[in-house]
């Protein structure tokens, strides 16, 4: 394979600027959850290129450890996000305003 | 032949990105984000990162976009889908701040002569475990030999941290009851 370190760098760069594109646009909680999880997405994938381009293990165990907390993560967050819809009966950021009153 | 594959899978995982931010309905966005795990799972394959690419497969385009499908049509918030292009606002200062990341992105990659471009490293079929650094291999061996040699301290820190956000999912989905 004759592709370079760089191009994997600027799709990994892209797909972090496309996740938090996502993070400012989106208005539903799950939605903005899900851009976050494309931003670690791309963060793994540039600790994968460094990896294999580097020579050395690291980065891939590195990516393991991610992989585990995000899915613990997930699992958390979407505990509180269904916690905060039975409260509310919304999980729209604009409508959760009630610490700014 | 791989770099073609490069290109395919690159632009499929962008486009299922940008589909996944901006489509309405929540749901074709969870099903746009599962062909970009996917994507990014090949990307692996062709970084002969092997293991992590099955891992990419189970762990976040199952298990994990399983929930999100699962929390999203349980909550069934796709009544309103009109929050995309109400607000000029935030979608004039989402689209500036996009462009701005993107361009800083880009301008570091525009010239090319200032990044060093290193060549693949050739990978060690089957590594001894011998030496400072763990080389990069190709083989899940590695992973273990790792995990219980170098990394023995953050894996039981993330064995711990699984148990918990168990116990810590649990506690926040309980209902209460009203004397508590």
């Known amino acids: 394979m004759t592709v370079g370190l760089n191009a994997f760098i600027l799709l990994a760069g892209l797909l972090f600027a496309i996740g938090m594109f996502g993070v400012i646009l989106r208005k539903n909680t799950l939605v903005i959850y899900m851009s976050l999880e494309l931003m670690l997405n791309g963060v793994i994938l540039a600790l994968v290129a460094f990896s294999r381009y580097n020579g050395t293990m690291d980065g891939n165990l590195f990516v393991f450890f991610i992989i585990t907390v995000a899915a613990a993560e997930v699992a958390l967050g979407l505990a509180i996000i269904v916690a905060l819809f039975r409260l509310r009966q919304s999980v729209m950021v604009d409508q959760l305003t009630s610490l700014s009153r | ?180």
């Open chain 2, 1 to 180: 032949m791989t770099d073609i594959l490069f290109y395919i899978f690159a632009a499929i995982t962008l486009i299922s990105a940008l589909l996944m931010v901006v489509s309405p309905n929540a749901v074709n966005g969870a099903i746009c984000m599962i062909i970009c795990f996917v994507t990014t799972a090949a990307l692996f394959v062709l970084l002969e990162a092997y293991f992590l690419a099955v891992i990419q497969v189970l762990v976040y385009a199952g298990a994990v976009m399983v929930l999100f499908l699962f929390i999203i049509m349980l909550l069934d918030v796709n009544k309103d889908t009109s929050d995309l292009l109400k607000d000029k606002m935030t979608l004039g200062a989402s689209i500036t701040g996009f462009t701005l990341l993107v361009i800083l992105i880009g301008s570091v990659f525009a010239g090319g002569q200032h990044l060093p471009e290193t060549a693949l490293l050739p990978v060690i079929e089957n590594p001894t475990g011998e030496g400072a650094g763990i080389p990069f291999t190709t083989s899940a061996k590695s992973f273990g030999y790792s995990l219980f040699t170098k990394y023995m301290l953050p894996f039981q820190v993330t064995g711990f941290l699984l148990l918990a956000a168990m116990i810590g999912v649990i506690v926040v989905s309980k209902k209460h009851s009203e004397n508590s």
